[in-house]
């Protein structure tokens, strides 16, 4: 689904990804983690079109989409999340879910300003979807609330309805459970396994090792800009790469 080839990306001659490469299969959650500065925000970033790669190129579903702007990415099929909140705090939830449903809002401003009544039906489809995205999330009694309300664990839960509401080919989550305590997580941790048993394919960063040791088919580690391992989790737990990696920063910080 998705093929990174050495990938890098530099900021003043820093090198915050280099030559990055690994695929993420289609229909499997990929989890990528790493220490803090490691680049994993980066490379979503790179991968969704926030930011144009340095160097390298990112295939998505056999096309080259390195650099496209990120209405195009995500016009291709490709959806995220983010690491900061990006909700628009005046709108309500149901509508911000809709945001999420823009490239398929039609482009006419002329049938937008005659109200035709095809386009009041597409209007009332696409409501119809973001409330069974709500409602994949537990979030249907709230779809009219403000969304600047809303507690921390429901705004998360909105990001991910307006993440996979346009049934994307590939979705990006960038730290889904950050800041949420012990029930949020694992109620955001079954959700996100249910979008994988449904043949989601998902691209994960996180912190949370309890979770992607959990839930991930496959882990992909990420160091000072490089990737030092991948493989099952299994496979990534006994890594001494990545053990050496995980300690030493904690021996740095002790």
Partial sequence: MLQLEDLGKRFGGLPALDK????????????LIGPNGAGKSTLIN????????????VTFAGADITGQPAHDIAHSGIAR???NLKLFPRLTVL???LTGLTCEGGRSMLMAMLRLPYLRHRERQLKLRAMEALDRF?????ANWPAGVLSYGDKKRVELARATVGNPQLILLDEPVAGLNAE???AVGDQLNR??????TLLLVEHDMDLVMEISDQIVVLDSGRCIASGSPD???CNPLVLEAYLGRMDATA
């Fill in 20 to 31: 990055v490469s690994f695929e993420v299969p289609r229909g499997k959650l990929t989890a």
């Fill in 46 to 57: 790179c991968v969704s079109g926030v930011l144009k790669p340095t160097e390298g190129t």
């Fill in 81 to 83: 999340t983010f690491q």
């Fill in 95 to 97: 509508d911000n879910v």
């Fill in 138 to 142: 537990g979030m249907t009694d709230k």
């Fill in 184 to 186: 949020e997580t694992a």
């Fill in 195 to 200: 979008l994988r048993i449904a043949g989601y």
């Fill in 235 to 237: 496979e990534v737990r």
